[in-house]
């Protein structure tokens, strides 16, 4: 809860010869992660952040964050925009990413390994559970069985709960695909079709 940053700074001190990187999700950014990310931009840490932004605090039942949309906060609170706050905190590379977008956040991944000091990361979309429960989906997917070969890789890659083996190909449970199509970006035998929903 708000550790992986003084932890990352410890294994920069460490002299850790890799690039060092750290994850926090939003709402213990809100509560926990702000002092870490101001020590080593104080310090000009050579660490890349990624905040995991989801819009709710979903480890502990989904409760509203200062991060959460306006639209499910309290009546007279304000939104605090990740996205604003963090750049106003002094990182000067800061990128926004769609993590279902698996090409655009590994190459903005490695581009912010190259880059000197502190780096920080918005990975933003909003929690399946939550939106799933407002009947949102964020795309449809479907298996191609006969391109399926079985080698795992979009179970392995992703450990997503909505796929399993079948007899002869893979198998997607609609009820638990929330559509993000990163299984469909894995696959090297297109045998997953995915289409987002705009």
């Avoid at 690039?19 to 702000?34: E, L, N, W």
């Avoid at 009546?75 to 996205?83: H, I, S, W």
């Avoid at 709960?161 to 997607?172: M, R, T, Y």
Wanted: proline share 5%; with cysteine; aromatic share 6%.
């Amino acid at each position: 809860m708000g550790a992986s940053l003084g932890i990352a700074q410890g294994y920069v001190y460490s002299d850790i010869e890799t690039p060092v990187i750290a994850t926090i999700g939003d709402s213990t950014f809100f509560h926990g992660g702000m002092p870490g990310l101001v020590n080593a931009i104080q310090h000009q840490t050579p660490l890349t952040l990624i905040v995991l932004d989801n819009g709710w605090t979903s480890m502990t039942g989904m409760q509203v964050n200062p991060g959460t949309d306006e639209t499910f906060q309290q009546p007279g609170n304000q939104r605090v925009d990740l996205a604003r706050l963090i750049p106003a905190l002094g990182v000067e590379h800061f990128f926004t990413i769609d993590p279902f977008d698996l090409d655009e956040s590994a190459a903005a991944i490695q581009e912010a390994l190259t880059l000197p000091g502190v780096k920080v990361m918005l990975a933003r979309q909003e929690c399946a559970i939550q939106a799933q429960r407002r009947g949102l989906r964020a795309g449809k997917t479907r298996v191609v069985a006969e391109n399926c070969t079985l080698c795992k890789r979009c179970v392995v890659v992703t450990g997503c709960p909505a796929i399993s083996l079948g007899e002869k190909a893979i198998v997607i449970d609609q009820a638990l695909c929330y559509g993000c199509g990163l299984c469909a970006q894995v696959c090297k035998f297109e045998a997953i079709e995915s289409e987002r929903v705009k």
